[in-house]
């Protein structure tokens, strides 16, 4: 009767387990827009690596890792414009893939809210971090791993992007971008 009580207080005084799941990057998905003037461009990057930490339906850590040099473009059909914008996004206007060849999501905690799990974490892009806030929705836990969508509107001047940004250089007219861009990610992850 000891052993089981000691059983009981031990479960009932840490609550649930910590399950950590590893990022599947073949069955993540992100795709991101960023907008301009004259319209808009799309296109997707791949997960390299990442791990999620879940105790409950909590998300208590993890980080994710994105190949920047993944970045590619689905809405341009001419191959040699397609190359020369994907070029330019990986260009140090940009991305500067060569010198910073992934961007890093390390999430500190999250929350239940009534729009779904608001997670907190620290965004690296080109070296530099800061702190974001967004909502996972249709998390699911299953014997097999995790699902989870969550969509993302970043301010890409934050990270030090400015290239054709109305906020930082005037009379751009239609060559101006702007400074949100939004990303779809789609993530499965597997114990």
């Given at each position: 009767m000891k052993i089981?009580l000691?059983?009981?207080?031990?479960?009932?005084?840490f609550?649930?387990?910590a399950?950590?799941?590893?990022?599947e990057?073949?069955?993540t998905?992100?795709v991101?827009?960023?907008?301009?003037?004259t319209g808009?461009?799309?296109?997707?990057?791949?997960?390299?690596?990442g791990?999620?930490?879940?105790?409950g339906?909590?998300?208590?850590?993890?980080?994710?890792?994105?190949d920047?040099?993944?970045?590619?473009?689905?809405?341009?059909?001419?191959a040699?414009y397609n190359?020369k914008y994907?070029g330019?996004?990986?260009?140090?206007d940009?991305?500067n893939t060569a010198?910073?060849?992934e961007?890093?999501?390390?999430i500190?905690?999250?929350k239940k809210?009534?729009?779904g799990?608001e997670?907190?974490?620290?965004l690296t892009?080109?070296?530099q971090?800061k702190?974001?806030?967004?909502?996972?929705?249709d998390l699911?836990?299953?014997?097999?791993?995790l699902t989870?969508?969550?969509?993302?509107?970043?301010?890409?001047?934050?990270?030090g992007?400015?290239?054709?940004?109305?906020?930082f250089?005037?009379g751009l007219g239609?060559?101006?971008?702007?400074d949100?861009?939004?990303?779809?990610?789609?993530?499965?992850?597997k114990?």
């Amino acid at each position: 009767m000891k052993i089981l009580l000691a059983a009981l207080f031990t479960v009932s005084s840490f609550g649930v387990m910590a399950q950590t799941f590893n990022v599947e990057p073949s069955a993540t998905k992100i795709v991101y827009v960023g907008k301009k003037v004259t319209g808009e461009h799309t296109g997707n990057l791949n997960v390299k690596s990442g791990k999620i930490t879940l105790k409950g339906e909590e998300i208590t850590g993890g980080e994710v890792v994105v190949d920047m040099n993944s970045l590619t473009s689905t809405d341009l059909t001419d191959a040699e414009y397609n190359a020369k914008y994907v070029g330019h996004m990986k260009s140090e206007d940009f991305f500067n893939t060569a010198k910073y060849p992934e961007s890093k999501l390390v999430i500190k905690s999250s929350k239940k809210t009534a729009k779904g799990l608001e997670v907190k974490g620290d965004l690296t892009i080109i070296g530099q971090t800061k702190p974001v806030t967004f909502i996972v929705t249709d998390l699911k836990k299953t014997d097999a791993g995790l699902t989870g969508k969550s969509n993302l509107t970043l301010n890409r001047t934050q990270w030090g992007l400015k290239y054709g940004s109305n906020s930082f250089f005037k009379g751009l007219g239609d060559k101006a971008i702007n400074d949100d861009f939004t990303l779809a990610i789609d993530l499965a992850a597997k114990k």
